[in-house]
Every structure is written in C-alpha cells, then in structure tokens.
C-alpha cells in the first residue's frame, strides 16, 4: 500500500481481555517499529524487526505483550490479559532498512487506540 | 539506552511571533531527526541533521544542528495556526533504534 496501514483503528476492550493488533508496512520495507503512545505524551519503543527477526525486543513493557512478524510483511502485537495501564495508541513504523548510521526515515501509520475498560 | 531530552515542554505562542525549541543530549549523536505531530495525527517526519553545525530550512522552519552534535533546535518565525502539534526530536542510540524526546507542545493564540 501507499503507507502504513493499522487496524484496528479504534478497540475498547475489557479489562482482562486479550487483544491483537495489526500493521501492515510499507511495501519493501525491510524494518517495522513499534512504539507506544500514552494520552499527552512521547512515544516509547517496544520491539524492532528486521525482517521477520526481532533483534531487539527490550522495549515490551511485560510478558504480557508479545509480537510477530511474517517474513518482510504484516506484523502482529499482542497484549494479554489487558490492564487499564495498557490504554494508549499503538504506532507501527516502517522503514527502507533499519540500519546505517545516516538512519532513515520512518513512515509512522496512524495508530491503534486502545482503551482498556 | 540514548536520552534526548526537549525543552520547553509546553510553548504557547502569539500568531506571528518566533520561537525555539531545543534538543538535547549527553552523548554526541551520529545523527537527528525532527518529526511533527498533529493533534490526534501521528509523528511525521520532518527533516533530519547529519553533519556537525548542519543548518537545514524548511520555509519558516529552521533546524540547526549543533557543531558537537550533542543538541539540535527548531526555530519557526511567523508561527500560524497550522503550525499547532507536538514536535518531537529523534536520535538513534544504535544502527536502529530510534528514541525519541517527550516532545514541545505548541499551541498558537490568533
């Protein structure tokens, strides 16, 4: 697609629950970001693929959240057992590559906003 | 993990005037990124600073990079109402990962 694709777009969800969240990256790209975005502020990382392998998963908040990716496509996260804490916008990210010390660009989709109820 | 921090927070401005906001680190960064965010949109991408003292322009957006790479500003003059959202900083602490500032809130008074 043209851009970063997420969905669901909205989800209210029970406490307790178990929800799954989807992106879909930009064609050809090879890396694919998660970050959290609490109500009013910054965004914290969660997970970064390269690929389908996930080098760096230091940023999941518990073992209640986990993610996928199949091969240099769709990405899934999951969080288990949701808690109120748990409601914020979840932003998927793509890039070209993920690597090389000039960076590059990262095309953010428009978020999953998750409320925990 | 790499720590940028911004300041101000918050910036409330005047429809017309100028402002700042900075970008700070403890450690030299290999490089920058400037995102925007619009209220209830998501962060997109701005410019981004590679070279010691680098200075890029972007009509009423100036971003300058410093010359010890360890801080970076945005300067807009002439603010107008479109230039309402977070600005955020983004520095990468290894060859991937991207952290980003707590963000500058602006919001214009006409």
């Known amino acids: 697609g043209a851009g970063v694709s997420q969905s669901p777009s909205n989800k209210v969800t029970e406490k307790g629950k178990d929800v799954e969240l989807r992106c879909d990256p930009i064609?050809?790209?090879?890396?694919l970001y998660w970050y959290r975005q609490r109500l009013g502020q910054g965004l914290e990382f969660l997970i970064y693929?390269?690929?389908?392998?996930?080098?760096?998963k230091s940023g999941l908040p518990s073992d209640r959240f986990s993610a996928e990716r199949t091969g240099e496509s769709v990405s899934t996260l999951t969080i288990q057992r949701t808690q109120q804490e748990d409601s914020a916008v979840y932003l998927c990210?793509?890039?070209?590559?993920?690597?090389?010390?000039?960076?590059?660009?990262?095309?953010f989709g428009e978020g999953s906003w998750l409320t925990v109820v | 993990g790499q720590q940028v921090m911004q300041i101000p927070q918050y910036q409330h401005v005047q429809e017309g005037e100028d402002f700042t906001t900075y970008c700070n680190s403890s450690?030299?960064?290999?490089?920058i990124q400037w995102y925007k965010q619009r209220p209830g949109g998501h962060p997109v991408f701005l410019i981004q600073?590679?070279?010691?003292?680098e200075v890029k322009k972007q009509k009423r957006l100036t971003f300058q990079f410093g010359e010890a790479k360890k801080n970076s500003s945005l300067h807009i003059t002439a603010t107008q109402t479109t230039d309402v959202g977070t600005y955020f900083c983004?520095?990468?602490?290894?060859?991937?990962?991207?952290?980003f500032g707590a963000g500058t809130t602006v919001t214009v008074r006409a």
């Open positions: 990210a793509s890039s070209f590559s993920g690597t090389g010390r000039t960076g590059n660009t990262i095309y």
């Open positions: 064609s050809g790209h090879t890396a």
């Open positions: 693929f390269q690929g389908n392998s996930a080098p760096d």
């Open positions: 450690t030299t960064l290999s490089n």
């Open positions: 600073l590679v070279k010691s003292g």
């Open positions: 983004a520095a990468r602490s290894n060859d991937y990962k991207l952290s």
